[in-house]
């Protein structure tokens, strides 16, 4: 596969773009959705961009006592953060939360916006993690946990005021590629701070030998978000996200870290309602020419992280969403890679779900090739997992579902006992 050069222009080209894009609007959106998409599929390598010479240069290897080290989903997993839902706090009911929530929860949001979640759900969710904790240590992995921050705070920046959320995702703000943990700048004003509940435990991987780095991080300005995005209904949403207009505009990248995932050398990525094609960009120069970043697209109303939709849970085993097809699948396909559809989930249409929806069911957690950390209460896709010889490690996390995420959303897996491979050569 060939390595492509970025494109020229560093952060005065972005603000070039931005002044440009100000005053041809649409002609502009067109133009970043064609440039950045680039690596729509993996077929970009096929663009008219100059082939990089370091394409064959072996990457540093990793140092053998750092404890930061992981490269895909399904290594034997060492280490990892796993979220807290101490605190957490319903985010101010914003342009971009309300693009990123159903209809059914505004009211909701409108209402608890600035408060903490219904405590005895909290609760109930801070114990279900407590034993998923304890759990991944009888399974032999180590756990770390994040600082539990009072999250009701409110704060100011030069650009828009917000109390903050949680520090429950780390999958969402953290991304580890070899020996590198990444920041993901977040593209919610209520997740500005998120990063603070992290800072000891990335301090300490530093000093240890981990590289660090921090994406540049937004202003979170008005002018990063389309303040008349026009939705009432998911089906407004929908045709919308078909068009390619998401809430987020290119005024700065940003992106969170859940949006990417990856498979060795190769790191799939979606536009999303929190990450637009600046920050894809930001990260395919970043991680060049080492790694290859391609952007893939699914049939989704409401884009926003790609572990629900697309979760790769071996070298050539993906699990794709059926309500959201692939637009790309054939490049795996191609490659010999199995596609499997998960069955549908048995999560009740009763059970609040404020952040995400019923296929957390796939949001799953590899251990390593054959164990699986799934939810104790979907047993059909037990089944399924045990059709292609893996195990399945049970636990029940429903009420922690609530705040947003499945196992593979609650953690950040910091290492995991493999090499950096390619899959798609």
Known sequence: ML?????????????????????????FTGWVQRTFQSTHAAAASQTTCAVADENNKAPDPVPEDCPVCSYNEWDPLEEVIVGRAENACVPPFSV???????????GFYQKYGGQSFPKDHVKKAIAEIE??????????????RPEPLDWSTKYKTPDFESTGMYAAMPRDILLVIGNEIIEAPMAWRARFFEYRAYRPIIKEYFRRGSKWTTAPKPTMADELY???????????RHKLAAQGKFVTTEFEPCFDAADFIRAGRDIFVQRSQVTNYLGIEWMRRHLAPEYRVHTISFKDPNPMHIDATFNIIGPGLVLSNPDRPCNEIDLFKNAGWTVVHPPLPLIPDDHPLWMSSKWLSMNVLMLDEKRVMVD?????IHKLFESLGISTVKVNIRHANSLGGGFHCWTCDIRRRGTLKSYFD
């Open 3 to 27: 390595r492509v050069r970025c494109l020229r222009g560093g952060s005065r080209g972005a603000e070039a773009v931005h002044y440009i894009g100000s005053r041809l609007g649409r002609v």
């Open 96 to 106: 971009e939360v309300k693009a990123n929530t159903y209809e059914k929860y505004w």
């Open 131 to 144: 034993e998923m904790c304890n759990i991944l240590k009888m399974e032999g992995v180590i756990v770390r």
């Open 226 to 236: 389309d303040q008349d995005y026009p939705i009432r209904t998911v089906e407004d």
């Open 376 to 380: 104790a209460n979907e047993t059909p």
